[in-house]
């Protein structure tokens, strides 16, 4: 069975803050994929990235960087200098080929960047 | 406009009705979800399809019904709807491929009364 958990249920930060938003993974597969979805208030969810389970190098696009650590099952997300557009629930997930393509989410984290 | 598009956005029902939730998306993707939104849960899967006809139970599938007749649709039934079905729907499709990433469409938010 694969499991996602992110203990963090809500962050406030106030704007200009660095946040990271932790995610912690459980899977017996070697081969697996993990992602990171944004939900705004909107309600729609938009990816923001997938990181296959060879691949352990961290990843900076703009202001977020992502933590990929097999040794302890994590992987992080931190958006540096946040901004109040980043207020929204994020969603860390798990893929599973042997699954048929499916998902597994964690119960998302959501952030309040107050300005 | 090519995507998923999802419908209705909105729906109120009562218990013991049926209720449809369709979802239609126009990249030929040959994976499609159903998945639901509860506070505290995250997204749980409801139902999943492979291909056309060919359809698997998810994590959480009791009370509902899905068929896959065409590809481009993926309709999600409620054949008695109860109030624990109150949530938010979300369908998703995503290619065969190996790390295929899975497009979302924007929701059904749906209370049973």
């Known amino acids: 069975a694969q499991k996602v958990t992110q203990a963090q249920t809500e962050i406030s930060v106030v704007e200009k803050e660095d946040v990271t938003l932790d995610c912690v993974y459980e899977?017996?597969?070697?081969?697996?994929?993990l992602f990171w979805y944004k939900q705004p208030p909107s309600g729609e969810l938009v990816f923001l990235i997938r990181?296959?389970?060879?691949?352990?190098q961290n990843e900076i696009s703009g202001r977020y960087s992502w933590n990929f650590q097999k040794s302890t099952s994590s992987f992080n997300f931190t958006i540096t200098a946040s901004q109040v557009v980043d207020s929204a629930v994020y969603f860390c997930?798990?893929?599973?080929?042997?699954?048929?393509?499916?998902?597994?989410f964690g119960g998302g984290t959501r952030l309040m960047v107050k300005p | 406009d090519a995507g998923i598009t999802q419908s209705p956005r909105y729906k109120i029902t009562e218990t013991g009705r049926q209720v449809t939730l369709m979802c239609h998306q126009t990249?030929?993707?040959?994976?499609m979800f159903w998945y639901r939104q509860d506070l505290g849960h995250g997204l749980r899967l409801i139902y999943y399809?492979?291909?056309?006809?060919?359809?698997d139970k998810g994590e959480v599938p009791d009370g509902y019904v899905v068929s896959r007749s065409k590809t481009e649709n993926f309709p999600l039934t409620l054949e008695s709807a109860t109030r624990s079905q109150t949530s938010v729907y979300f369908c998703?499709?995503?290619?065969?491929?190996?790390?295929?990433?899975?497009?979302f469409g924007s929701g059904t938010q749906l209370s049973v009364l």
């Open positions: 899977t017996r597969d070697t081969t697996y994929y």
């Open positions: 998703a499709s995503g290619g065969s491929g190996v790390n295929e990433k899975l497009f």
């Open positions: 997930a798990l893929l599973n080929n042997n699954a048929g393509n499916m998902l597994t």
């Open positions: 399809s492979a291909a056309a006809d060919i359809t």
């Open positions: 990249w030929s993707h040959s994976y």
């Open positions: 990181r296959n389970s060879f691949d352990e």
